[in-house]
């Protein structure tokens, strides 16, 4: 009885999953057709990086439109349905065929495990089986032996990494801060461009020969340097015109 809807039969609670069912194959359907198309495209076309990417986020947006439908409140839980096939024959079903688009034309006793299967396959569950007996047959003295030995190793790479990080350390100054520039030196830089402070002038041969120096860049004694006066060397101009004495 479906006391949510207060109905005494089954007959609204498979209506309800008639009709969840029907618009989650809408969507699958939608989905399939663009999984299709891009099939197509890849093997009949040279496809661009851009048009895969496009692709792709049209599959993405249907598939998680059906992950919203089967998580919707109205949807009932499919997962409570049984599935059994009433009837199993190796006679051609056409009904089934058109259901399955062409992919299962008979249900007989040899396909019924394989497309209705609830358990995983015997080889699987072989394997898995195997794997489990394997672990559980392992000694705990290897075990041990074995992490240990994967702690020492661990242990090893650490401390290279630690020596690296030491040498690393002590070859950086002292200081631990690096000045790329000196206020001292930008100081004295500054006062030598502008007002040339700290430039030695050096005594070219043309100076050296109107001071009377001998040997170029040797600055002579105070004494034997004259000054000379070029306004007392030039003869000053006459005071009288020649004609007024003639």
Request: proline share 6%; net charge neutral.
């Amino acid at each position: 009885m479906n006391r949510a809807n207060g109905c005494a039969s089954g007959t609204c609670w498979d209506a309800e999953v008639a009709t969840a069912v029907t618009a989650i194959l809408t969507k699958v359907q939608g989905a399939k057709s663009t999984l299709s198309s891009f099939i197509g495209k890849m093997e009949i076309e040279q496809l661009t990086w851009p048009s895969v990417l496009e692709s792709f986020a049209a599959l993405s947006g249907q598939m998680s439109t059906v992950m919203k439908q089967l998580a919707n409140e109205k949807t009932p839980p499919l997962h409570n349905r049984l599935f059994l096939p009433l009837q199993v024959s190796s006679d051609r079903d056409a009904e089934l065929e058109k259901t399955t688009e062409g992919r299962v034309p008979i249900l007989h006793h040899e396909i019924v495990p394989h497309y209705l299967r609830t358990k995983l396959d015997l080889d699987l569950e072989a394997k898995l089986r195997e794997q489990a007996d394997d672990g559980n047959a392992r000694e705990s003295a290897a075990m041990t032996k074995e992490i240990s030995r994967f702690n020492e190793i661990l242990i090893a790479a650490l401390e290279r990494v630690k020596e690296a990080k030491d040498e690393q350390e002590d070859q950086k100054p002292k200081s631990g801060v690096f000045q790329p520039t000196s206020t001292e030196e930008t100081r004295k830089l500054t006062a030598m461009y502008l007002g040339g402070v700290g430039l030695a002038t050096p005594v070219t041969q043309r100076k050296a020969a109107l001071l009377g120096i001998k040997q170029v860049g040797k600055a002579p004694p105070a004494a034997s340097v004259a000054r000379v006066d070029h306004r007392q060397s030039v003869a000053p101009y006459p005071t009288t015109s020649p004609l007024k004495n003639r």
